[in-house]
């Protein structure tokens, strides 16, 4: 099982540590690195090439402002892409608008801005298909975290 977790920016490490984060709590191989569609395209495609030979199942693509890489890399690899709009202008709905409107046939998974970590959950579930163990493992994720919810929520709250 192996994921990769492509950044557009160095500025954008501190927001996408969440994407390694779940996969880490799942045990999931990972390689992270910052590429950029506008300033590297050529480097862009040489690594999508190496991730399919190296077999990696999964992309998980952050981006800002413009936030065209999840959508040139899944112009290139039929793998699946994770999309993770990420704030700069706009708030991040500039980035968000255009990861999610990708045109027909070409789609990009989409997490909510800045949500890294859900990009991470959104990959195990889709690896979770072809590993049983995995499956399992994120069934008992689930499990704790309702736990936890319901003992950490139990006394109520005061207003």
Avoid: W
């Amino acid at each position: 099982m192996k994921v990769a977790i492509i950044l557009g920016s160095k500025s954008d490490v501190d927001k996408m540590k969440g994407a390694a984060v779940a996969l880490k709590e799942f045990n999931i191989e990972y390689r992270a690195q910052v590429l950029s569609a506008h300033r590297v395209p050529e480097k862009l495609l040489e690594t999508l090439e190496e991730l399919e030979k190296e077999n990696y199942e999964c992309i998980i693509a952050g981006a800002g402002l413009a936030a065209h890489l999840p959508g040139v890399i899944a112009s290139h690899t039929t793998l699946p892409v994770i999309g993770v709009p990420l704030k700069a202008a706009l708030e991040g709905m500039d980035s968000l608008l255009s990861i999610v409107q990708m045109p027909k046939s070409i789609p990009v998974a989409t997490v909510g801005i800045n949500n890294s970590f859900n990009a991470g959950m959104l990959a195990a579930q889709i690896l979770s298909l072809k590993y049983p163990n995995l499956k399992e493992k994120l069934t008992e994720f689930r499990k704790n975290m309702k736990e936890k919810f319901i003992n950490d929520n139990k006394e109520g709250v005061e207003l």
